[in-house]
């Protein structure tokens, strides 16, 4: 089945950004989504189809995809961004067509 | 409001079953497809399993072999997850989760607060 990597871990300073890889062979040519889980929370999308945001997510919240890693950035980062994130995409071929990241914990310093 | 909820979770012992549902109210429930989520303690998202809006369509995790059955009855807006032959590792919080598109499209834009499930002896 399909296999998404993500860095464990992202540390950064409030006010600068924060960049969260999410790599896969050839997740260019696939639509990768990106949610938030804060602890004891549901997930919540940020970024779907590779760069779009759910109405109510701050355009701090950015998205890009190509070749082997999509990655979400995170602009002027603030302490309520500390959080799990987590990219998804849908692979239609597969026999496990969902599949999740492995997640990244980002700490605001 | 717009929420899903779920319940049915609980304690089982390894070798049972549980019948998992999740309410959907303030969305039309039939015009979008559906899909359970786990998360073990302290672990990543896990999809279990999806279904099309009509129901006409299952997809479903290769990991499970055939123990789980996702299922809907729109007329209710009911999402449900027949699980037997529960194993230790099946242990997980249960979300279900709505579908963000029109059409299928396999991100999911709503979750429910999520139902515990735990195995064990």
């Known amino acids: 089945s399909y296999v998404l990597t993500q860095p464990p871990s992202v540390s950064v300073a409030p006010g600068k950004t924060a960049r969260i890889t999410c790599g896969g062979n050839?997740?260019?040519?696939?639509?990768v989504h990106w949610y938030q889980q804060k602890p004891g929370q549901a997930p919540v999308l940020v970024i779907y189809?590779?760069?779009d945001r759910p109405s109510g997510i701050p355009e701090r919240f950015s998205g890009s995809n190509s070749g082997n890693t999509a990655t979400l950035t995170i602009s002027r980062v603030e302490a309520g961004d500390e959080a799990d994130y987590y990219c998804?995409?849908?692979?239609?071929?597969?026999?496990?067509?969902?599949?999740f990241g492995t997640g990244t914990k980002v700490t605001v310093l | 409001e717009v929420q899903l909820v779920e319940s049915g979770g609980g304690l089982v012992q390894p070798g049972g079953s549980l019948r998992l549902s999740c309410a959907a109210s303030g969305v039309t429930f039939s015009s979008h497809a559906m899909s359970w989520v786990r998360q073990a303690p302290g672990k990543g998202l896990e999809w279990v399993s999806g279904i099309s809006g009509n129901g006409g369509s299952t997809y479903d995790a290769d990991s499970l072999k055939g123990r789980f059955t996702i299922s809907r009855d729109n007329s209710k807006s009911t999402l449900y997850l027949q699980m037997n032959s529960l194993r230790v590792e099946d242990t997980a919080v249960y979300y279900c989760?709505?579908?963000?598109?029109?059409?299928?499209?396999?991100?999911?834009?709503?979750w429910g607060r999520g139902t515990l499930v735990t195995v064990s002896s």
């Open positions: 998804q995409v849908w692979d239609r071929s597969s026999d496990h067509p969902g599949v």
């Open positions: 189809y590779d760069s």
């Open positions: 989760a709505k579908d963000g598109g029109s059409g299928p499209s396999w991100f999911f834009d709503l």
């Open positions: 050839n997740i260019g040519s696939k639509s």
